[in-house]
């Protein structure tokens, strides 16, 4: 069994300052890491993975994350946010080897970009 | 390329009715994965289907159930309603197994009363 846990339930940033949102996972197998963003009244989309090689991931709209093993940790940066970058963001994981498509989701964190 | 469509968006229905959602995934698509998502217990994983077959199960009672058509269009059932069912259910689809790239619709947001 997996779980993530998301520290910080709520981030306040000002426009072009960075953001960092932790994460951090439990697991008994070897895992896929994810971060997902969900704006206002939309579905999830998919920011960035990592499956293996590089521990620094980089995504979509400026975001990367570094998967850190001995931690267990998937934390995910933006040098500088835009008031577009206003959303949820959830870190999930998903068994290496097991089949299918299921994610095990953290709580998420609500980043509220300030101008 | 067209995007996961769900629907309906919103509904709302009374404790002890039943209810059907549906979902039409990306064309090529042929995992589909069912997500319930409330402010008290987050996303929580109900159940995938891949080619017809149910590959994955959350662990959510009998009463939450689906399938998967030929066209790989699925829909998920929730029967004998109770007030915690209200939520958004998200529908996500894949193109192959084992990537945990998903395509989210935008929902379906039950309101039970």
């Known amino acids: 069994a997996q779980s993530v846990t998301q520290l910080d339930s709520q981030v306040p940033v000002f426009e072009e300052a960075p953001v960092e949102l932790r994460c951090n996972y439990s697991?008994?197998?070897?895992?896929?890491l994810f971060w997902y963003v969900q704006y206002p009244n939309q579905g999830l989309q998919l920011l960035l993975k990592?499956?293996?090689?590089?521990?620094l991931v980089k995504g979509i709209n400026g975001f990367e994350a570094e998967f850190n093993k001995s931690q267990t940790s998937f934390h995910l940066r933006k040098p500088s946010v835009h008031i577009s970058d206003t959303a949820e963001y959830f870190c999930?994981?998903?068994?290496?080897?097991?089949?299918?498509?299921?994610?095990?989701f953290g709580g998420g964190t609500r980043v509220l970009v300030k101008p | 390329k067209a995007g996961v469509t769900q629907t309906p968006r919103y509904l709302i229905k009374t404790r002890g009715q039943q209810v059907t959602l549906s979902c039409s995934p990306i064309?090529?698509?042929?995992?589909v994965s069912w997500y319930q998502q409330t402010p008290g217990q987050g996303l929580q994983f109900l159940f995938e289907?891949?080619?017809?077959?149910?590959?994955n199960k959350g662990n959510f009672p009998g009463r939450f159930s689906g399938r998967q058509f030929s066209n790989s269009r699925s829909e998920m059932n929730v029967s004998t309603l109770e007030l915690g069912d209200s939520a958004l259910y998200l529908c996500?689809?894949?193109?192959?197994?084992?990537?945990?790239?998903?395509?989210f619709g935008e929902g379906s947001r039950l309101t039970v009363l």
């Open positions: 996500a689809s894949s193109v192959a197994a084992n990537t945990g790239e998903l395509f």
């Open positions: 697991s008994s197998v070897s895992v896929y």
């Open positions: 990592y499956l293996s090689g590089s521990t």
């Open positions: 999930a994981v998903s068994d290496l080897k097991a089949a299918g498509n299921k994610l095990t």
């Open positions: 064309s090529g698509h042929r995992s």
């Open positions: 289907y891949f080619s017809e077959t149910q590959r």
